[in-house]
């Protein structure tokens, strides 16, 4: 077996996300898959995992459906039993940021979201801007304690419904006129955040297409992100090379580590960077 990981999502509208939900629960029963998958009516957000066979046929039952053809599939090795089971769901929201009613989405995906760059665009930005350009992290906090692009605002939030009441409050205010990079791990959540900024004023705004996993696969530890990539499955953190700088912080001793795990074990619900002889102790 070669365990293989995939994570896309798709913004169109869907008219009957039941029925999405029944037909993609199937597919993937029928596949022996894992994972994750959340369909509202604005679109899909997927990660799902098992054997490379098995995976493939899913992908390409998956992009059979028309609106789901051009899928951007960010395709990652798995450990095996990476997921602990399978779940499909129907949301108001497949990235929940608690405002479904704002997000509108047609045929091309979030209407007035963030001016997509690609890995070198971002790069070429940054060359022609220096340090005007702001990275914002679009991901919970812990997930930027390991890994983030450097200089990067990192918003203290612990779920995604915090950015609304951070935005609206004013604390980034000051940004407003500079050109805002929005990332996260695989564009999802910027497609959301970048339009939810430029309606509330921010006046350059992009966002990372594909995410830090397209960075990565581009430029591995090469270029301006730094550190390791927190994923959603039982991997937790993964490197995009040998060479990956260490950024994270033990939450008890204070060393250096990319290690993310629950604590106080296993069964504990909140996850911490913490170094394994820590989480050992």
């Known amino acids: 077996m070669v ?15 039941e029925a999405i939900r029944l037909w993609q629960h199937t597919l993937c029963e029928a596949n022996s898959l894992r994972g994750r998958i959340l369909i509202s009516g604005h679109g899909i957000n997927a990660t799902v995992g098992g054997d490379i066979d098995s995976v493939k046929r899913y992908v390409k039952g998956t ?24 779940s499909v769901k129907v949301r108001p929201e497949i990235v929940t940021f608690g405002v479904p009613d704002e997000v509108v989405v047609d045929e091309t995906g979030v209407v007035g979201g963030g001016t997509r760059l690609t890995p070198e665009q971002v790069n070429e ?17 812990i997930e930027s304690e390991i890994g983030r692009f450097k200089g990067a605002v990192r918003p203290p939030v612990t779920t995604t419904r915090d950015f609304v009441g951070l935005l ?31 309606a509330r004023g921010f006046e350059e705004v992009y966002q990372l297409d594909g995410g830090i996993v397209r960075y990565g696969e581009q430029f591995r530890d090469g270029g301006l992100w730094e550190g390791s990539l927190y994923v959603f499955d039982r991997r937790l ?28 074990d296993a069964d504990g619900r909140e996850l911490v960077v913490i170094c394994p002889d820590c989480a050992a102790a």
């Open 168 to 198: 609206d409050g004013g604390v980034y205010d000051d940004l407003k006129k500079r050109p805002v990079v929005t990332y996260c791990t695989g564009g999802v959540r910027c497609e959301v955040l970048s339009s939810l900024m430029r």
């Open 63 to 86: 992009r059979a459906y028309q609106p789901f053809a051009d899928a951007d599939i960010k395709w990652s090795d798995g450990l095996g039993d990476d997921f602990p089971r399978l």
């Open 125 to 141: 930005l940054v060359a022609e801007r220096g340090d005007d350009v702001v990275f914002f992290d679009g991901r919970n906090a």
């Open 237 to 264: 953190t993964v490197d995009f090379s040998d060479e990956a700088t260490v950024v994270g912080e033990c939450s008890r001793c204070g060393g250096a580590t990319r290690n993310v795990a629950n604590y106080p």
């Open 3 to 17: 365990p293989k990981i995939v994570l896309f999502y798709v913004f169109t509208p869907l008219p009957d996300p």
